[in-house]
């Protein structure tokens, strides 16, 4: 009897350990200090951002306006190759802000959430407002849940709505649902710390993409009543929109543009599905496609 005691404290043991040292390798987990490490050894900083990740925006005539909103934890620069070209076709006046806390360093986003960026965005829409005559939006992740939220206070032209962040997609080998373990273990895991730099499964795209490598956690479980109440709120949206995503994307699940797409009360409203991309779809492998859908939409909406 007592060697059956041994044995399951044995493997009591070695569970005990190698749960605490995968939490030790794979986030934050009794390494708060250490938040900025891996990012400000990685980037090259100018005036105290990773370089050439400000704001832009693109000048033409104010006749029809675009504002870009980028992913959490990256930067505009996701939102660059759209910009132009959309500029280059329409001759329409582009402009992507930076969200506070992002393009600096990890440690800044805290106390960062989506109440917070959206109160920047609104403040952009109301420049924007007073000098164009019409506004889409276009938005990636955390960024598409920006757009719609918008989109549910103000009136737009058109709206555009990349990989969003609705529901996680789920993994077999995490049973307890992603909403619960952020809730409980936030705090405590302060940060993931990432094997790739983004979900981009184009591995030339993945290698430019500037993102932060330790991502905190807290400002998404400080973000999920903000995404709860723009799902819930889908309704007040009636702007012509296109949804893209892709069936593989490892972080937001692809039931995020199906409860969009049913929520919503667009007359005008699409859905395209990719197989080849992962999560960030503007610099994926479908990125061309997925600018061009956007491009011939404007063109049919305007």
Same mark, same amino acid.
């Given at each position: 009897m007592k060697y059956k005691y041994f044995w399951a404290l044995v493997v009591i043991v070695f569970f005990s350990t190698y749960l605490l040292n995968n939490l030790f390798t794979s986030t934050g987990f009794l390494q708060e200090s250490k938040i900025n490490s891996r990012d400000i050894n990685r980037w090259e900083y100018e005036?105290?951002?990773?370089? =050439?990740? @400000? /704001?832009f925006s693109i000048s033409e005539n104010n006749e029809t306006c675009?504002?870009?909103? @980028?992913? %959490? +934890?990256?930067t505009p620069l996701e939102m660059k190759s759209l910009g132009e070209k959309i500029n280059n076709e329409f001759g329409d006046f582009v402009f992507a /802000?930076? $969200?506070?806390g992002h393009g600096e360093l990890p440690g800044n986003l805290s106390g960062k959430n989506l109440n917070g960026w959206y109160e920047e965005i609104e403040f952009y829409y109301n420049q924007l407002d007073e000098n164009c005559e019409n *506004?889409? $939006?276009a938005g990636s992740s955390f960024g598409s849940i920006l757009s719609l939220r918008l989109a549910e206070n103000y009136e737009f032209n058109n709206l555009y709505i990349l990989n969003p962040f609705v529901t996680k997609t789920k993994r077999w080998y995490k049973p307890i649902p992603f909403e619960t373990r952020i809730k409980f273990l936030a705090n405590i895991l302060e940060y993931d710390k990432k094997e790739? *730099? +983004? &979900?981009?499964?184009?591995p030339e795209a993945r290698e430019i993409h500037v993102a932060y490598w330790n991502m905190p956690i807290v400002p998404i479980r400080d973000s999920l009543p903000f995404i709860h109440l723009t799902i819930n709120n889908l309704?007040? #949206?009636?702007?012509? *929109?296109?949804? &893209?995503q892709s069936s593989g994307d490892e972080t937001a699940d692809i039931e995020s543009s199906k409860i969009i797409y049913n929520g919503v009360s667009s007359e005008i409203k699409e859905m395209k599905i990719f197989k080849?991309?992962? @999560? #960030? $779809?503007?610099? =994926? %492998? =479908?990125?061309?496609e997925v600018i061009k859908n956007i491009i011939e939409f404007e063109k049919n909406n305007r």
């Amino acid at each position: 009897m007592k060697y059956k005691y041994f044995w399951a404290l044995v493997v009591i043991v070695f569970f005990s350990t190698y749960l605490l040292n995968n939490l030790f390798t794979s986030t934050g987990f009794l390494q708060e200090s250490k938040i900025n490490s891996r990012d400000i050894n990685r980037w090259e900083y100018e005036n105290g951002l990773i370089k =050439d990740t @400000h /704001p832009f925006s693109i000048s033409e005539n104010n006749e029809t306006c675009w504002l870009m909103i @980028h992913s %959490y +934890a990256a930067t505009p620069l996701e939102m660059k190759s759209l910009g132009e070209k959309i500029n280059n076709e329409f001759g329409d006046f582009v402009f992507a /802000p930076l $969200l506070s806390g992002h393009g600096e360093l990890p440690g800044n986003l805290s106390g960062k959430n989506l109440n917070g960026w959206y109160e920047e965005i609104e403040f952009y829409y109301n420049q924007l407002d007073e000098n164009c005559e019409n *506004i889409n $939006l276009a938005g990636s992740s955390f960024g598409s849940i920006l757009s719609l939220r918008l989109a549910e206070n103000y009136e737009f032209n058109n709206l555009y709505i990349l990989n969003p962040f609705v529901t996680k997609t789920k993994r077999w080998y995490k049973p307890i649902p992603f909403e619960t373990r952020i809730k409980f273990l936030a705090n405590i895991l302060e940060y993931d710390k990432k094997e790739k *730099i +983004a &979900q981009i499964n184009d591995p030339e795209a993945r290698e430019i993409h500037v993102a932060y490598w330790n991502m905190p956690i807290v400002p998404i479980r400080d973000s999920l009543p903000f995404i709860h109440l723009t799902i819930n709120n889908l309704n007040k #949206v009636s702007e012509s *929109i296109l949804i &893209q995503q892709s069936s593989g994307d490892e972080t937001a699940d692809i039931e995020s543009s199906k409860i969009i797409y049913n929520g919503v009360s667009s007359e005008i409203k699409e859905m395209k599905i990719f197989k080849k991309s992962n @999560h #960030v $779809l503007l610099l =994926d %492998y =479908d990125r061309e496609e997925v600018i061009k859908n956007i491009i011939e939409f404007e063109k049919n909406n305007r």
